[in-house]
């Protein structure tokens, strides 16, 4: 193990292209956090719930609820599970992009 992370690191574009993938996933994991939010603030307004409600019927605190439609909470799939629920759509709904 030691003589492979020595060679690794001897490369410069090795570690160029792993930063390069890892800010390619980084991306991916925001764009879709921010997706997520706004499904959720979408669809909540759309069945006239209040977050309070939200967060009461998908068993979460409210500010817990606030935070997943800012982007900066980061919901389990229990919890993206739960919200579905009560939003009364599919998981892959939820998931979906907005754009769509």
């Known amino acids: ?19 390069r993938i890892l800010a390619g996933v980084s991306n991916q994991f925001r764009q879709s956090q921010l997706n997520l939010a706004q499904r959720v ?8 719930l209040s977050q309070e409600r939200l967060a009461f019927e998908a068993e979460i605190d409210r500010t817990y609820a606030s935070q997943i439609e800012r982007a900066i909470g980061n919901p389990s799939l229990r919890v993206i599970c739960a919200i579905a629920e009560v939003l009364e759509v599919e998981l892959i709904e939820l998931l979906a992009s907005s754009a769509k």
């Open 41 to 48: 603030k979408d669809l909540r307004a759309k069945r006239g």
């Open 1 to 19: 193990m030691f003589k492979l992370i020595s060679i690794v690191e001897n490369i410069p574009w090795t570690a160029s292209l792993i930063l």
